[in-house]
């Protein structure tokens, strides 16, 4: 069992930053890919970025390519995604998500086996 809890949301306006951190407990936080996930309202949710078990490799989804990044820190048992230039279409409820196939860059919800209970982003025009 994973518990991941997310922390960081906000309000914020166009073109400015937040950085987004999801901290696990439970099991060996090495043993997962870990992917960031959105839902904005009347929507279904969606892929925004995952990084493997060390840190090496990235994936992320076409809307935020090269203004997001996300990285993790393995010692402190924590995932961040950092945003910048926010969009008001980036304004959604995020939420962290634990896969445990280690060797894969999963961009499938069903993929992911523990879920956070998600931060609200929210950027005003």
């Known amino acids: 069992q994973v518990q991941l809890v997310e922390s960081g949301g906000g309000l914020v306006q166009a073109g400015e930053s937040l950085r987004l951190s999801c901290a696990a407990s439970?099991?060996?936080?090495?043993?997962?890919?870990m992917g960031w996930f959105r839902q904005a309202p009347g929507k279904e949710r969606e892929f925004v970025a995952v990084i493997s078990w060390g840190g090496g490799r990235t994936k992320y989804a076409d809307s935020v390519k090269g203004r997001f990044t996300v990285s993790r820190d393995n010692a402190k048992n924590t995932v961040y995604l950092q945003m910048n230039s926010l969009k008001p279409e980036d304004t959604a409820v995020y939420s962290c998500?634990?896969?445990?196939?280690?060797?894969?860059?999963?961009?499938?919800?069903?993929?992911?086996?523990?879920w956070g209970q998600g931060t609200q982003v929210t950027v005003s025009s």
């Open positions: 439970g099991r060996t936080f090495s043993d997962f890919t």
């Open positions: 998500a634990a896969d445990r196939a280690r060797g894969s860059l999963n961009t499938a919800v069903r993929d992911y086996v523990y």
